[in-house]
Structure formats: C-alpha cells, structure tokens
C-alpha cells in the first residue's frame, strides 16, 4: 500500500520564526489534505490540495504531485500553532492514508 | 451548526464486553469513516463508509464492526473489546473522499 512519511517528526520554534513541513507519499493520489490536531486533540482541516498551491493566512501549501510530495509552510509562527501537524493521502479505492504527523511546539 | 458528534467521548470498559461508540453527522455527508490514533503512528481508517448500506474495510478492520442504515449516523461496533483496542477514535464525514472533512471530537477508549 502507500506509504506516507512526514518529516521533521519534531519541531520547536521560537515564535515568529517561519518552517516548512515536508509530506511524501510513495505511489499516485487522487487527493491530499493538511489537518491539524491542536493540543486539545481537535482535528481541523487546513488545506485540500491535490496539486498547486494555495494560501491561507500565515499558512500555505504546496502539492508537487509528479514528485509525490507536499509541504506546509508556516510563517511568523504563534503559540497557538503548536500541535501536530498530519498530511493526509486518498487513494482510488476510497481508503484514506495519514502519516504520522509533525508536532510542533512554539515557544514564546 | 455543521458538526460530527460522537458519544462517549470518554470510556473505560472491561475486555469483552460489548460497546458501541455513535457518530452523528448533520451536514448531509455521503462518506463517513472512522480512525483510531495512537501514538507515533497518526491516524489509521478503520472503516469507511461510501453511502447508506456501503461500507468497507480501511487499513485496521479487525475487532471492529460498522452499519450504515441511515446517511447521518455511522456507529462503530466492538463486539469484544481487548486491551489492544485502547485507542483515541475519530469519526468524520464529507461530500466526498477527502475535501473539506470534518471531524468529531474524538473518543478516548480504554479497556481494561
């Protein structure tokens, strides 16, 4: 099956420093999406982003689908960034792949 | 308000007593699933659910059963809970695979 790999698996920022999350997956996709789970365990979407790139905010993303890889930028970085980040790949046969996630903690 | 509600959001229970987590949907969504995370390994699809009465496995199937008699709810079943089922579950639904998903609060389980 897919194997979907996230890295950096930590990261701690001073806040207002910028990162970048790197997603790779290892086959075809038909869909990708960015979600993060806040320190309360709530999962929100971020992006849906099956190629391209798009921006939301200090958020953007970026999907190179022919490298098989996606990643998140995250500029002027708050504490309220802090959390674990998920990339998320949809299959043809309607099967869902997370990784397994890059926590980010923010200092202030 | 669009929401995914799911009951408990807390249990503990004792291996092999039958439970059934709900999932509740009202914004009219076709696909529903469900996922357990645990740490170091992100979410992984139990069960996912294209329409009434269309369901299928994900990537971690056994020890769970799912129906999907109506569009809004999608229950999960565990038969007989064993400790390895000691989990953080979610419940999500969308219009379709992937876009715009939305997700419910989450249950933590614990069997003992």
């Known amino acids: 099956g897919i194997q979907v790999e996230q890295s950096p698996p930590d990261l701690i920022l001073q806040e207002g420093a910028n990162s970048t999350l790197r997603c790779n997956f290892s086959d075809s996709v038909n869909n990708l999406q960015w979600f993060h789970q806040n320190p309360w365990g709530q999962l929100i979407n971020l992006f849906y982003i099956p190629s391209g790139t798009k921006q939301n905010g200090r958020l953007s993303a970026t999907t190179v689908a022919t490298e098989r890889y996606s990643l998140l930028y995250i500029s002027s970085s708050q504490t309220t960034d802090s959390g674990v980040y998920f990339c998320a790949v949809y299959t043809g046969g309607f099967k869902t792949i997370f990784g397994a996630g890059t926590r980010l903690f923010v200092k202030a | 308000e669009a929401q995914v509600t799911q009951n408990p959001r807390y249990l503990i229970t004792v291996t092999g007593k039958k439970l059934t987590v709900t999932c509740s949907q009202n914004?009219?969504?076709?696909?529903m699933s469900w996922y357990r995370q645990d740490p170091g390994l992100g979410l992984r699809q139990i069960y996912y659910s294209m329409n009434v009465e269309v369901t299928d496995k994900g990537d971690v199937p056994e020890g769970y059963k799912v129906s999907r008699k109506e569009k809004r709810n999608f229950p999960l079943i565990l038969e007989s809970p064993s400790p390895n089922q000691t989990s953080l579950y979610f419940c999500?639904?969308?219009?379709?695979?992937?876009?715009?998903?939305?997700f419910g609060q989450g249950t933590r389980l614990t069997v003992v």
């Open positions: 914004m009219n969504h076709e696909y």
């Open positions: 999500a639904s969308s219009f379709q695979q992937g876009p715009e998903a939305f």
